[in-house]
């Protein structure tokens, strides 16, 4: 079974080759394909693979290229890790944002808004490739912000196209575990839409432990959630919010803390990643030992203006892990390929899932997986204060993509106004000025 990687340069394309490296069970992935763009990259990330797979026996084969065609080519599973503008764009995208008083940050309020302008674009070339060249592959996508652009390449691909995200697992794994639950053996009930969601229960054989969570203020912030949105805000909630919630419900403090930082968090990981791919160009340098420091670094300092909002200083241990996104996606990938039933939370069409949305919005919420795909299960509806913001970022995704689609300047404005955190239509101007100076490949956003 042949895995397609795009983004195959990526840093944390080890994760998931070690992840394969683990499954031993037939029908496994025996071939992995590594597109990109940057030869330079993908040479470094090979030998990282290379040194991984040193000591397994039938460790999957493992080719680079940075021919697109020849990628996709016979794949059977393609895995969407694409980053358009690299870390260099990123770092623009926070500073932009900044510079006019608002959050950047990659994924939520105007950074991810102009991730957004510039990616799916992309992505639906993919989708459209990929449905010519393999029609009958999965698409595992992870390129953020991964609820707009599996719905963007979902216009193409159909439900072949599936989201995922370790930050909900990761949220049910923490939660189990301060309870005393085997994560493994916890059912949660998460609903919303990429990074804005809400663990409303976890069902340890049957019982619902939140509650007893919820009720036990030393119990609840003992763990990285409870310290990051405090005691008292989640008992009022009833619910544990997934950790980019910080960025809505402490909008002001986290944008200060982001303006007073010494680096934005995009600027942080593009010198940590510069340094090292420039390490491991030398050949006689080891790939591996240096991604794993690298890696390191990279997870201690997750979130760590937030964190420092709320005053609960380095990250414990014990929330270092996260959901493993590479799990997720090998879990997906033996469900669909071997039929074997699970549950995953995905990001998915709606169908019918949530009354407040359109069955093909892309949600994420638990779902049912097998040979024939990912299908939401049925979930309670959203209390009032959540369906205001999911609907209103919903929107907003919907106009991200009507802007692509037609080149509107009007409709890009339109898209930073709306979003809950840009508290002015005359700013909103401004950040696409911004980001379209910034941003070359913006320069599609030309028509009324």
Not at 272 to 300: H, N
Not at 311 to 323: A, F, K, T
Not at 325 to 351: D, G
């Given at each position: 079974m042949k895995l397609t990687i795009l983004g195959g340069g990526g840093f944390r394309v080890p994760l998931v080759y070690g992840a394969l490296l683990a499954d031993h069970a037939e029908g496994r992935v025996t071939a992995v394909t590594l597109y990109d763009t940057d030869a330079g990259r993908l040479t470094a990330i090979a030998r990282v693979l290379g040194e991984q797979a040193a000591n397994v026996p039938d460790a999957p084969a493992v080719t680079a290229t940075t021919e697109l065609d020849e990628a996709l080519s016979g794949a059977d599973f393609v895995f969407s890790a694409v980053r358009v503008g690299g870390l260099e764009g990123r770092a623009t995208d926070e500073r932009v944002a900044l510079d006019q008083g608002v959050l950047g940050q990659e994924t939520v309020g105007a950074g991810g808004i102009a991730y957004g302008l510039r990616t799916v674009p992309v992505a639906v070339d993919l989708a459209q490739r990929i449905a010519r060249l393999a029609p009958d592959a999965w698409v595992i996508n992870f390129t953020n912000p991964a609820g707009l652009v599996t719905e963007a390449m979902s216009r193409h691909l159909g439900d072949r196209v599936i989201g995922i995200c370790d930050s909900p697992v990761g949220l049910g794994r923490r939660i189990a575990r301060v309870l005393g639950a085997d994560p493994d053996r916890s059912r949660i009930d998460y609903v919303g839409l990429n990074h804005l969601g809400w663990v409303r229960a976890l069902h340890v054989d049957g019982r619902d432990e939140l509650p007893r969570l919820l009720a036990d203020p030393e119990l609840l912030g003992s763990f990285e959630e409870g310290r990051l949105f405090g005691v008292d805000w989640l008992q009022s909630l009833g619910a544990i919010p997934n950790e980019y919630l910080h960025y809505y419900y402490f909008n002001r403090e986290a944008v200060r803390a982001y303006q007073d930082a010494e680096q934005t968090?995009?600027?942080?990981?593009?010198?940590?990643?510069?340094?090292?791919?420039?390490?491991?160009?030398?050949?006689?340098?080891?790939?591996?030992?240096?991604?794993?420091?690298?890696?390191?670094?990279?997870?201690?300092?997750?979130?760590?203006?937030?964190?420092?909002?709320?005053?609960?200083?380095?990250?414990?241990?014990?929330?270092?892990?996260?959901?493993?996104?590479?799990?997720?996606?090998?879990?997906?990938?033996?469900?669909?390929?071997?039929?074997?039933?699970?549950?995953?939370?995905?990001?998915?069409?709606?169908?019918?899932?949530?009354?407040?949305?359109?069955?093909?919005?892309?949600?994420?919420?638990?779902?049912?997986?097998?040979?024939?795909?990912?299908?939401?299960?049925?979930?309670?509806?959203?209390?009032?204060?959540?369906?205001?913001?999911?609907?209103?970022?919903?929107?907003?995704?919907?106009?991200?993509?009507?802007?692509?689609?037609?080149?509107?300047?009007?409709?890009?404005?339109?898209?930073?106004?709306?979003?809950?955190?840009?508290?002015?239509?005359?700013?909103?101007?401004?950040?696409?000025?911004?980001?379209?100076?910034?941003?070359?490949?913006?320069?599609?956003?030309?028509?009324?």
């Open positions: 968090r995009g600027s942080f990981l593009r010198e940590q990643q510069e340094g090292f791919y420039a390490r491991v160009k030398d050949p006689a340098a080891p790939a591996l030992p240096a991604w794993d420091r690298t890696r390191a670094e990279r997870e201690a300092t997750y979130m760590s203006e937030n964190r420092e909002v709320a005053g609960v200083g380095e990250r414990d241990e014990s929330d270092l892990e996260s959901g493993g996104y590479e799990k997720v996606a090998l879990a997906l990938m033996r469900a669909v390929a071997r039929n074997e039933r699970t549950s995953l939370i995905l990001n998915v069409r709606n169908r019918t899932t949530l009354s407040v949305f359109d069955t093909d919005a892309v949600i994420e919420v638990p779902c049912l997986v097998d040979a024939n795909g990912a299908r939401p299960v049925a979930v309670d509806p959203l209390p009032y204060h959540a369906v205001g913001l999911v609907t209103a970022v919903k929107a907003v995704e919907r106009a991200v993509l009507d802007a692509a689609e037609s080149g509107s300047r009007a409709t890009a404005v339109k898209a930073f106004a709306l979003h809950p955190l840009v508290d002015s239509v005359t700013v909103a101007g401004r950040l696409l000025d911004g980001y379209t100076k910034a941003h070359p490949g913006l320069a599609y956003l030309n028509r009324p």
